[in-house]
């Protein structure tokens, strides 16, 4: 046989394989509003930049008449590619062969571009549709699924995870998207769960349907398992596309810079904290007014919305955000928001990324429900991860910061690098009306008129402790700033920072609050 002849084979047989499970099952796959997972990873790679691997791999089972099925690709896509130019490993699980199965040979396949991102030292991308495991390999599938967590495992903290739910994600397969860094899902698309509905109603007696179980709202409202929420796939995947800009390739490296620019001019900072400590606003337009363009990415924005985080730049360079939200909950710290800045910040750390922190908070949410949910040890989650990250710390007090709040986001005493406060700036152990009523109780009810003397009380105490000059004649603030200074000095002190030491004590590994 020529050349030529045996190319024309090859191409024959490389667009069979491509047929994945075929035309019926592809048109299935498009009824339930879901691309292909070859269109998938085309759309979110560059154009002509997506290689595939392994594309003629076989899956090896032999039991229930496995030996008579052809399972293309045996159900997953792997391959790398280039997004913005920058390189990805990708793998893409195609729910038209079985379903997506996981057998040993799709785990193979899935773990074999997991050693390369890990050995190329760049971002692995994982696009989940998939039934599960597949049943008719008994325990080669549980072995597929603990060989793609240990992976998960060693690569976490050198290059990106990203996971991508585009499909059923249950069992124990969630478990891998949950050791990665981010998690994306699509409205209606977007399905994760340990055990079904129909598990739940035999064990439990309970009904309950597959979305409000585990759909992409719980995930992104209610447990935080994800970390992105789109309406459609093409809305996802630019959200993905976003993301690869703000990060570096691996943990040797920094985010690429970008060019600077200013901030638009419809975000005034001199104008957004209201002058009255005790009415809200929206800390997204403070950081608006001090990035490049603008142009802040969220992350996690639907999940404890009292604490804001997410990436910008700063004169180019990629920074990472933590801001108490004063728009809600009064933007206090609770279980969910300090779990939520806690990862944030380990991941900024692992990957060089500066910390900015703007604080503004009353401190701690109380309640038998926090107490009772473990605030203690998920708080405590926040003062190790501020404690332990060694990338340039940078915190701008704007309003309150009392009790253990003050100390918990991003204070001098957990070495934040620089520490400024804006003359609006109330640093005490708890807020005015509640420390006057302790500190002068007695004078207040033995006073002819104790409401009266209560206010006295009040204000005496706001002139004295409720600013920034008392920490400030410490050095626990290294200046107090005007509004319009913030800008300029988070530049400059991410910028003299850059060549931080680290000072930390060697060790194998901190035993963090998990």
């Known amino acids: 046989m020529s050349l030529k002849s045996k190319t024309i084979e090859l191409l024959k047989r ?12 592809i048109e299935k796959q498009n009824a339930m509003g879901k691309m292909t997972a070859r269109e998938r990873v085309l759309a979110l790679c560059d154009k002509d930049s997506f290689n595939e691997y392994d594309l ?16 293309h690709g045996d159900g997953v896509i792997i391959g790398t590619g280039t997004i913005y130019g920058s390189p990805v490993c990708l793998f893409a699980q195609d729910f038209t062969v079985a379903g997506g199965s996981l057998g040993l040979s799709h785990a193979r396949k899935i773990t074999k571009i997991m050693d390369h991102a890990l050995k190329l030292r760049i971002p692995l991308i994982g696009i989940n549709d998939s039934g599960g495991a597949r049943i008719q390999e008994g325990v080669n599938s549980l072995a597929g699924y603990g060989d793609i967590f240990f992976r998960n495992t060693l690569a976490s903290g050198v290059i990106p995870q990203i996971s991508v739910i585009l499909g059923p994600c249950a069992g124990g397969a969630v478990y891998s998207p949950a050791l990665t860094d981010f998690v994306f899902v699509v409205d209606n698309i977007s399905k994760m769960f340990i055990t079904g509905p129909e598990v739940i109603k035999t064990v439990l007696g309970e009904e309950i ?9 719980v995930h992104a409202e209610v447990t935080g398992n994800a970390h ?27 985010a690429l810079p970008f060019k600077p620019k200013e901030p638009k001019k419809e975000f005034n900072i001199e104008t957004v904290v209201p002058g ?54 009064a933007g206090v710290l609770d279980v969910d928001s300090s779990d939520k800045s806690a990862r944030f910040i380990r ?8 910390i900015i922190t703007l604080v503004d908070l009353p401190g701690y949410l109380p309640g038998v429900d926090q107490e009772h949910a473990g605030v203690i040890r998920h708080g405590a989650k926040l003062l190790y991860a501020y404690s332990e990250a060694s990338v340039p710390k940078v915190t701008v007090i704007l309003r309150k910061a009392y009790g253990g709040g003050y100390i918990a986001m991003g204070s001098r005493h957990l070495r934040a690098d620089f520490v400024f406060a804006w003359p ?19 004078e207040i009810s033995e006073a002819e008129d104790p409401e009266k003397m209560r206010k006295l009380k009040v204000k005496e105490y706001k002139d004295r402790f409720a600013n920034p000059y008392v920490a400030a004649a410490k050095g626990y603030i290294d200046t107090v700033i005007e509004p319009k200074e913030t800008r300029r000095l988070l530049v400059h002190a991410i910028s003299v920072s850059k060549d931080k030491t680290n000072t930390n004590p060697q060790k194998k590994h901190g035993i963090p609050p998990f």
């Open 209 to 217: 349907s597959m979305e409000d179980l585990g759909g992409a709202r």
């Open 424 to 442: 609006s700036a109330e640093i005490a152990v708890m807020g005015p009306e509640g420390a006057a009523n302790i500190i002068f109780k007695k």
């Open 276 to 329: 009255d400590p005790k009415l809200p606003y929206d800390i997204r337009n403070v950081i608006r007014a001090v990035v490049d363009d603008s142009d802040f990415f969220e992350i996690h924005e639907l999940w404890a919305q009292n604490i804001v985080i997410g990436f910008a730049r700063m004169n180019g360079e990629t920074v990472g955000f933590v801001c108490n939200q004063p728009m809600y909950l």
């Open 14 to 25: 490389r667009e069979q394989a491509q047929q994945g499970g075929g035309e019926k099952a």
């Open 347 to 354: 991941f900024c750390n692992a990957f060089n990324i500066p």
């Open 56 to 71: 003629f791999v076989e899956h090896e089972a032999r039991d229930f008449d496995m030996n008579t099925k052809v399972l």
């Open 228 to 254: 992105f929420f789109a309406m459609t796939e093409q809305e996802c995947f630019e959200q993905i596309k976003k993301l690869v800009t703000f990060i570096p390739w691996n943990n040797s490296r920094k």
